[in-house]
């Protein structure tokens, strides 16, 4: 008997020894083939000669590949050369006989609503819930999309092979004899978890600076100093925020150039100095705006480098190395973006003098993948190179990196924002555009900086209010149009009624920005989009799939923008919102609550759109102010809706310097919001605030707004007397708090009639 026991332990000692052995280590090496398991739902196949496999970046794969390996994992040797590895979601089957991956030696079994699939590397892609695109330029109805990372069927591959490595910062071939990376997501609808994954291989989306989620003022105009100084004057007299301000083409001398490619006929498309004569003190200019807490954008077509009319030619030429007879001569160097020497000499020279005279970013509009598809001598496109190059170099005086360009793919996302292009303004663009912006989420590119109004055309007062609806409800609110005397896009030129309208979404973006900035947090965090796809959230409700015209807007904000002309006098106009199961959601602008699992057609007048509250939640806002990004968060507004009776949850409100890189090392501050209730017995609880950063606001005063609900009796604060008072004409009620330590827990307790 003590035999068979000895022999039964033996055995099962072995068993598990296939489990748990160290003899198996992640990556996974069998002879010339590699698997990297990267997250539960997501590994890397590659099959290299020799054994040479790759660990350096890539475009796409960019995080320290030591960093991000799944501990958790199990291998079993089934004998023969066959082996089932498992994760905490998937189950994978492999013979080694050492040919690449492929069908008959690599399966994957996953779950969908409980139902087991199979994924090989050989299966075909049926049902892609769709991505982002490069550009919307010149596109004037909707067009197919890219793929996303988010698919029906389960899974997703990102095939990595032949791509271009990073060493040392810059591109390098990689070898031939690396013959297979592919990069397999197989997350069956735990789309989340999918983008998760994206994250770990190619790199979280940074943190933003703040003010780029602020409010824009762009126009393809020749505007003057004076002229910019009146614009900035009448953004205030007219009561509108604003936070940048952006110089198109007309900021650098153009009639000058008489050598290089040009673009649209016109050789001064290239440029870096300044125009006197429209611009004679840009430092003064610049100063002047800096002073009023607005950043300036320079428009930048870098495709023609630096010509023999720049002010900074001789400087650039003697710096690359050039003779004073090549100088004298007007010898030009060719724009190359392979040379790491070239490329740090031009900007130097290029955005230098600039950048001392206070330029905040740059707008990289590169449009010229007809001259330079490709960096020279590489397979890497030079869109997806020289957003890299711009968003380093925008990391200087310890600032956060800001870009702003077109989309270049996945592994973009490390480089935001992204500018959609010169699209041509009608009603099917901006339904098209509702639609792009969810679904780019699941790209990575989650933000998305819309010429609002369109570029091309669009002199329809009442299609600009409504476009400027979804702006606000974007990542950035901010307006743009072509060089046509008709089109300019200040809201206080296109009439009262629609002046009015796109003042209250103005208003309304400008009070909303703690939420942003938050959620923007989030989408760091988490990966999950800031304006997102009603399947991220909802992904087993099959009414997810089937209302592209509405979207989250984070977590606690659904929007169903108006995208067709309206009737009557006040341009009513309605949309199809689906509400999901398990909330009540309230109408933003009347208060009225819609319970979830229903459809519903709403119609607003062009003064709003449907916009709906989660109930139960704290949503965290500011008074209005005309410097939505730089305004100190002295007065937090919690409008609050109620919820479903016992629900008990939580936002955070996150808050930092908003422009320095120091959030990587803690500087941050989280504020818990906490929304509970029983019955009719509601509590409110703020949390002691949880880190610190430079300039952090040290007292704050609280507002709580409640547009449906009726107090019954008195209200509990652990802070002293409160004021309240009913607007007469809006009904919500207002609990005022004197200010408060940030690190003093508030707790505010009331009863509901």
């Not at 150039?257 to 610049?286: E, M, Q």
Request: charged share 20%.
């Amino acid at each position: 008997m003590l035999k068979h026991t000895l022999v039964f332990l033996i055995v099962l000692g072995n068993c598990i020894a296939a489990y748990t052995s160290n003899k198996y280590k992640n990556p996974l090496v069998f002879g010339n083939n590699r698997i990297t398991l990267i997250t539960p739902t997501l590994f890397r196949l590659e099959y290299a000669e020799n054994a040479k496999f790759i660990d350096s970046p890539t475009m796409f794969a960019y995080n320290d590949r030591d960093e991000h390996l799944l501990q958790d994992f199990k291998v079993k040797d089934l004998g023969n050369n066959h082996y089932e590895i498992t994760t905490s979601t998937l189950r994978m089957v492999y013979h080694h006989d050492d040919f690449p991956f492929g069908l008959h030696n690599f399966n994957v079994y996953y779950t969908i609503d409980g139902k087991e699939k199979k994924f090989t590397n050989r299966n075909i892609q049926k049902q892609n819930l769709g991505g982002a695109i490069s550009t919307l330029d010149r596109v004037s109805k909707e067009i197919p999309l890219d793929e996303g990372l988010l698919s029906r069927d389960g899974w997703y591959i990102i095939d990595d092979e032949g791509k271009d490595l990073i060493i040392n910062g810059w591109l390098s071939q990689r070898p031939d004899s690396h013959v297979q990376d592919q990069y397999c997501f197989v997350y069956g609808n735990d789309y989340r978890a999918a983008l998760s994954s994206l994250g770990a291989v190619s790199g979280n989306t940074p943190m933003t600076r703040k003010y780029i989620h602020g409010v824009w003022y762009c126009r393809y105009w020749n505007y003057t100093s004076q002229d910019y100084i009146d614009l900035l004057n009448e953004y205030k007299e007219n009561d509108f925020p604003l936070d940048n301000m952006v110089f198109d083409m007309g900021w650098h001398t153009q009639k000058e150039a008489v050598t290089g490619t040009g673009h649209a006929s016109n050789r001064g498309w290239t440029g870096y100095t300044w125009n006197n004569k429209l611009i004679p003190d840009p430092a003064a200019l610049i100063k002047t705006f800096h002073n009023e807490n607005i950043t300036i954008s320079l428009n930048d077509h870098p495709h023609d480098g630096i010509r023999p009319h720049e002010s900074m030619y001789k400087e650039f030429m003697e710096s690359m190395g050039a003779t004073p007879q090549e100088i004298s001569s007007g010898k030009n160097i060719l724009f190359n973006l392979k040379d790491s020497v070239y490329m740090s000499k031009f900007f130097k020279a290029a955005h230098g003098e600039s950048e001392k005279m206070g330029v905040d970013f740059w707008w990289l509009d590169w449009q010229q993948n007809y001259l330079y598809n490709y960096v020279r001598g590489t397979h890497t496109p030079s869109l997806a190179w020289i957003n890299k190059l711009y968003f380093d170099q925008s990391k200087r005086n310890g600032k956060r990196g800001a870009g702003y360009s077109r989309w270049a793919g996945f592994g973009d996302q490390r480089y935001p924002i992204q500018f959609s292009g010169d699209a041509v303004a009608n009603w099917e663009m901006l339904a098209f555009e509702v639609k792009l912006t969810a679904t780019s989420g699941n790209a990575g590119c989650y933000y998305w900086a819309h010429d609002i109004g369109g570029f091309y055309g669009g002199e329809d007062p009442e299609m600009y209010a409504r476009w400027t609806q979804f702006g606000a409800l974007s990542a950035a609110l901010r307006i743009h149009s072509v060089k046509d005397p008709k089109l300019d896009r200040r809201p206080w030129l296109w009439g009262e009624m629609a002046l009015q309208s796109m003042k209250k979404s103005y208003h309304f973006r400008s009070q909303l920005m703690p939420y942003i900035y938050s959620s923007v947090w989030q989408t760091h965090q988490t990966m999950v989009p800031l304006n997102r796809a009603m399947y991220i959230d909802y992904n087993t409700d099959e009414h997810s799939y089937q209302n592209p015209q509405e979207f989250m807007f984070g977590d606690l904000l659904l929007a169903a923008p108006i995208t067709n002309a309206g009737k009557g006098e006040q341009k009513i106009a309605g949309q199809k919102v689906w509400f999901p199961e398990h909330n009540i959601w309230y109408d933003y602008f009347n208060g009225k609550a819609y319970t979830g699992g229903t459809e519903t057609f709403i119609e607003k007048d062009i003064d709003e759109f449907p916009l709906f509250v989660k109930g139960g939640y704290l949503l965290p806002m500011q008074p209005y102010t005309q410097r939505p990004a730089t305004t100190p968060l002295e007065e937090l507004i919690l409008r609050c809706y109620p919820g479903l009776d016992g629900c008990d949850n939580t936002y955070y409100l996150y808050e930092d310097d908003g422009i320095s890189q120091e959030y990587e090392q803690g500087k941050q501050a989280l504020t818990k919001l906490n929304y509970k209730q029983e019955g009719k017995q509601v509590t409110i609880t703020i949390r002691a605030a949880q880190g610190t950063y430079d300039g952090q606001v040290q007292h704050r005063s609280y507002t709580l707004e409640l547009p449906v609900t009726e107090i019954n009796g008195k209200i509990k604060t652990n802070c002293g007397s409160v004021i309240t008072q009913k607007d007469s004409e809006s009904g919500i009620c207002r609990i005022y708090i004197k200010k408060q330590p940030i690190q003093k827990e508030v707790i505010i307790k009331y009863s509901m009639k």
